[in-house]
């Protein structure tokens, strides 16, 4: 099976602009979870889809961030402007069910603001 | 709402040492409970998970039983290796009070083992 797909790995920005992540979960599963993971932190959740449903956005930062899951399988989460604190690898993980046990990340993509 | 303490690291080992990292949860309900270990320049990858009280989770020589009268779930391995090098996260995910199956983490613990 293959696992959780997510482009580009690194990524480099000066603050104020605007950049965009692409994730493409395991073929089937219908959650589909955005974290953010700050240098020496856990990760925390940033937004969570249920099929192309907001299931909870409560931590997403709305004036700069934005996500969307188009037909209920790949996703993209936008920054704009970023800011120097958004520093941060971007983890996507999907799971089949809606019930709290199979999830699998994706490698993540490393956000760098100058 | 839900919460993952663990304990702070660096943890340095020599290597065939015991190992405990430390995790304690505060959640409403029944949550489940997982480790995921993170290795260096690698993603997150699930190293064993509890589902209800009382069930031990392993892994790759590592153990984790789910305590919920003292809301705890330690990590414990017998003899660490160099290649255990990584960082550790405690997790746990529920549905009470609005969670919605969420991962909640805790910090890390960053494990050092030398030779």
């Known amino acids: 099976e293959a696992g959780v797909a997510q482009s580009p790995r690194y990524k480099i920005i000066e603050k104020r602009q605007s950049v965009a992540f692409w994730c493409n979960p395991i073929?089937?599963?219908?959650?589909l979870y955005w974290y953010q993971q700050i240098l020496g932190q856990g990760p925390k959740l940033l937004i969570q889809f249920q099929n192309n449903g907001v299931v909870d956005d409560s931590q997403l930062p709305k004036d700069r961030f934005s996500a969307e899951r188009l037909k209920g399988v790949d996703s993209t989460l936008k920054i704009q402007p970023a800011k120097l604190e958004d520093s941060a690898v971007y983890l996507c993980?999907?799971?089949?069910?809606?019930?709290?046990?199979?999830?699998?990340f994706g490698s993540g993509t490393r956000l760098t603001v100058v | 709402g839900d919460s993952v303490t663990q304990m702070e690291g660096p943890v340095t080992l020599s290597e065939e040492a015991f190992l405990t990292i430390n995790c304690t949860y505060t959640a409403t309900g029944y949550p489940s409970l997982f480790w995921y270990v993170q290795y260096p320049g690698e993603g997150l990858q699930l190293l064993l998970k509890a589902t209800k009280a009382d069930d031990k989770g392993s892994n790759k020589g590592f153990e984790a039983t789910y305590r919920k009268e003292t809301t705890s779930f330690h990590l414990e391995k017998g003899s660490v290796q160099v290649s255990d090098s990584a960082v550790y996260f405690c997790?746990?995910?529920?549905?009470?009070?609005?969670?919605?199956?969420?991962?909640?983490f805790g910090k890390g613990t960053l494990l050092t083992v030398n030779p």
């Open positions: 993980a999907s799971s089949l069910r809606h019930e709290g046990t199979g999830y699998t």
């Open positions: 997790a746990l995910s529920g549905n009470s009070g609005g969670s919605n199956y969420k991962l909640t």
């Open positions: 073929s089937g599963h219908a959650t």
